[in-house]
């Protein structure tokens, strides 16, 4: 009661044990400033409650001070100290000292806890910044997954505009030699029936050549399909009176296009005037590929009507030969032979043309 | 005085039927004809050696363009006229001024245009 009376001014919470036992009821489950321990108890004396406290981690720390009347000689403060005593208090207890001695160990406690608050309020913090760097390093991350989205979507778009573009050119460029075709074919065939049959076979022939090269995705047509395209609806009867010759090549469809042209006009005029007008004349198609990439062509008449040098050049052969010089750097030469025409024929292969660009615009 | 020549057309145009047709339609009307040129370099190479009064060029020239040949032209007073499928929006901000002919072209607005053209050189070309 002289303790209670003392420690009351403390302004702190009291809890009062009777016996040892109750003392480490009350410290199982909450933390103290200091114990104020009595030495001489029944059942537990302080001496054994120390030990327990001492023994255990969660009380261990607790500043243990003994409370003691009797043995004031040192065996005793021996034992008490080795019991794990910080200081002892003899009886009867002097108020003063005794709250001046366990406010000590308050401050300290309290200090202790703010200590801890702190240590806990600043790894909270350092938690919280960690967590904000790592959102921000996500967020940044993401924002740069999005940019990347929408600079491939902004390349794609752009990719489509070029193709529809490069398409639009097209149209209008294939609708203009349309134009040219029917203005030179009306040129050299005034009569309407002429000009109405010439004008739409020419038209038919360039159709050919367009869809086989769309069957082939507008990348390469090799020569021998390429002729036997053109020159196949002229040979309904008897195939074999034209023969193909020559190795593999891959043609670009800006080659493809000029020599379906030069084909038709060819076999156009062998059943009109040469080889191909009678039951029995034939024609050899034969070409090389040299290592220079020059391909050399040939067409060659055969038991036609005996031909002569004709007095001008039609469109026809105009025609040939501006396909060949004009449109892929190459040359013609006609010679009108007696036993048939012989065209000789060169040209360079060149494999990227803006076709094959915009076929691979199609394949992305 | 000036001379009683015709006037003369260069025409740089790489598709063979074109080249032709505006050859055919040019010769006609009662103009020379330089070309057709199927490339820049074939068209520099005629520029080498002759004046051109006007010149009537595809923009698109397979692989490369007509712009670096335009501009030589208009430095040396000929007439440029493009002729092209595209729109003036794909021709350099340099030359958006210069006339230009739409694919497919009709005769007549060709023949206009060069007579046009024709026009600001004898304009612009001082007299001997």
Do not use: C
Not at chain 1, 206 to 218: C, D, F, I, N, V
Not at chain 1, 225 to 239: G, M, N, Y
Not at chain 2, 79 to 84: N, P, S, Y
Request: aromatic fraction near 6%; charge should be negative; glycine fraction near 4%.
């Amino acid at each position: 009661m002289a303790v209670w009376n003392a420690l009351e001014q403390l302004g702190q919470t009291l809890v009062v044990a009777n016996s040892g036992q109750e003392a480490l009821q009350h410290l199982l489950h909450n933390d103290f400033a200091v114990i104020l321990l009595d030495v001489n108890m029944p059942d537990m004396d302080g001496y054994e409650v120390a030990s327990y406290v001492r023994a255990r981690k969660r009380t261990r720390h607790i500043p243990i001070v003994f409370l003691t009347a009797l043995y004031r000689d040192d065996t005793h403060l021996l034992q008490a100290y080795s019991a794990g005593a910080v200081d002892m208090v003899f009886k009867p207890v002097d108020p003063l000292i005794l709250r001046s001695k366990v406010q000590v160990f308050v401050d300290l406690y309290l200090k202790q806890a703010e200590i801890a608050r702190e240590a806990e309020l600043r790894h909270r913090l350092q938690e919280e910044n960690f967590r904000v760097r790592a959102e921000k390093l996500s967020t940044e991350q993401a924002l740069r997954r999005s940019q990347e989205h929408q600079e491939a979507m902004a390349r794609a778009e752009a990719h489509q505009r070029t193709l529809i573009e490069e398409l639009n050119h097209r149209v209008k460029n294939m609708l203009t030699v349309v134009n040219a075709m029917a203005r030179q074919t009306l040129a050299s065939n005034p009569a309407p029936e002429d000009f109405s049959d010439k004008f739409v076979r020419r038209i038919d022939a360039l159709g050919r050549t367009h869809a086989l090269l769309s069957r082939e995705q507008w990348g390469t047509v090799q020569m021998a399909d390429i002729a036997r395209e053109s020159l196949e609806h002229f040979l309904v009867e008897d195939k074999k009176r034209v023969m193909l010759e020559g190795p593999p090549v891959a043609l670009d469809p800006k080659t493809a296009v000029a020599l379906g042209i030069v084909f038709h006009e060819l076999a156009t005029n062998a059943v009109k005037h040469g080889a191909l007008s009678n039951d029995s004349g034939t024609v050899s198609v034969s070409w090389t590929f040299n290592g220079d990439e020059t391909v050399e062509l040939q067409w060659q008449e055969d038991g036609g009507p005996e031909v002569r040098q004709p007095s001008r050049a039609g469109f026809g052969s105009r025609l040939i030969k501006l396909e060949l010089t004009h449109e892929l750097n190459g040359g013609a030469e006609l010679i009108y032979e007696k036993s048939g025409l012989r065209v000789a024929m060169e040209f360079p292969l060149i494999n990227a043309s803006p076709s094959a660009q915009l076929k691979q615009g199609i394949a992305q | 005085m000036t001379s009683r020549r015709s006037a003369r057309i260069l025409v740089v145009e790489d598709e063979a039927l074109i080249a032709m047709d505006l050859q055919a339609l040019l010769e006609e009307a009662g103009y020379d004809v330089l070309g057709p040129a199927n490339s820049s370099a074939a068209a520099l190479a005629i520029i080498d050696k002759e004046e051109p009064d006007v010149a009537l060029l595809d923009v698109n020239l397979g692989r490369s363009d007509a712009f670096g040949v335009a501009r030589i032209l208009t430095e040396r007073n000929t007439q440029v006229i493009f002729l092209t499928g595209h729109t003036a929006h794909k021709l350099p901000p340099a030359q958006r001024h210069l006339p230009l002919v739409s694919k497919p072209y009709l005769p007549q607005v060709l023949l206009q245009a060069v007579a046009r053209a024709l026009e600001q050189r004898q304009a612009s070309t001082p007299q001997a």
